[in-house]
């Protein structure tokens, strides 16, 4: 990219017939900072980049499932209040139906609620199989809040999964810290790695460019040697003196019905004919 195109695409590039009376750039060109972004910013909506907190499925279609992580361009806009925190609204449309999508935050449980177009997808799993931390739920969190005498035997319940985790995160962390402490050490080792791989590829590149291809050939082995003896061409000499056989056999044929010396060698002919296909055969 030029300087001068760096410089617009920035948008540092002025004019000239821009003066320092007639403000910043973007309302010498009478536009917004957020361009497209803001087109309905008169409204209070504003369009941002809203990524999936959970796994949906959409009720445009009924079976299209939509994952967690998957990005949108979203109307953001506020439809309320949480004592003093706003409540975002986020549109958006489903790619699959483009069904139109709301989800909204709750600020109160800290998390994100879908409001039309779309339900959550159910998902239960147990702790142990996936070896996770088991999350409180809302009663439990409550309860540690209001009841002393829970939060002690809680915190108690605490103390003791950690003594019984130390040892296992103590010997992770060593072993973390051993394989990890020399990064100039482990670059190399994954350079000398490398290396000899890349020298292989751009040796069979080679190879393959010299053949005329336009795609690299992986290196022989001995399934394909075994295959390729398999395999039977025929010689050129075979094919030359059929093809010679077959031109006798044109030339020799009369135009005349009715000659009895052409018949007779003409039938000699697709004798030695039937003989030379036998013989062809058999050496398949």
């Not at 369009?47 to 967690?68: H, L, T, Y």
């Not at 986020?90 to 709301?102: E, R």
Request: hydrophobic fraction near 35%; charged fraction near 30%; aromatic fraction near 8%.
């Amino acid at each position: 990219m030029s300087s001068l195109a760096a410089a617009r695409a920035d948008n540092f590039y002025y004019p000239p017939e821009w003066t320092p009376n007639q403000g910043s750039l973007n309302k010498f060109h009478g536009q917004h900072a957020l361009r497209e972004r803001a087109r309905k910013l008169d409204e209070g909506i504003l369009i941002i980049r809203f990524e999936m907190p959970f796994n949906i499925w959409c009720e445009g279609c009924n079976d299209s499932m939509i994952a967690k992580g998957v990005r949108f361009n979203a109307e953001k806009k506020q439809v309320g209040n949480y004592y003093s925190t706003k409540i975002w609204s986020f549109t958006m449309k489903s790619p699959c139906c483009k069904h139109q999508i709301v989800i909204q935050i709750d600020p109160k449980n800290c998390e994100y609620v879908i409001v039309s177009g779309a339900r959550r997808k159910i998902e239960e799993f147990d702790v142990e199989d996936v070896e996770t931390i088991e999350l409180l739920t809302d009663e439990e969190r409550a309860k540690l809040y209001s009841d002393a005498f829970f939060c002690l035997e809680h915190e108690k319940a605490d103390l003791q999964r950690k003594k019984e985790a130390e040892p296992g995160l103590v010997l992770m962390k060593r072993k973390s810290d051993a394989r990890y402490s020399d990064d100039y050490a482990l670059n190399r080792a994954l350079r000398a790695k490398l290396r000899p791989q890349k020298k292989r590829v751009a040796e069979e590149e080679a190879a393959s460019r010299k053949l005329g291809l336009g795609l690299r050939l992986l290196p022989a082995s001995k399934e394909d040697a075994a295959a390729a003896a398999r395999v039977k061409f025929l010689s050129s000499n075979k094919f030359e003196k059929n093809r010679k056989d077959k031109k006798v056999l044109i030339n020799a044929a009369s135009i005349f019905s009715g000659s009895s010396v052409s018949n007779t060698k003409r039938l000699e002919l697709e004798a030695n004919r039937r003989k030379i296909n036998t013989a062809a055969a058999s050496n398949r």
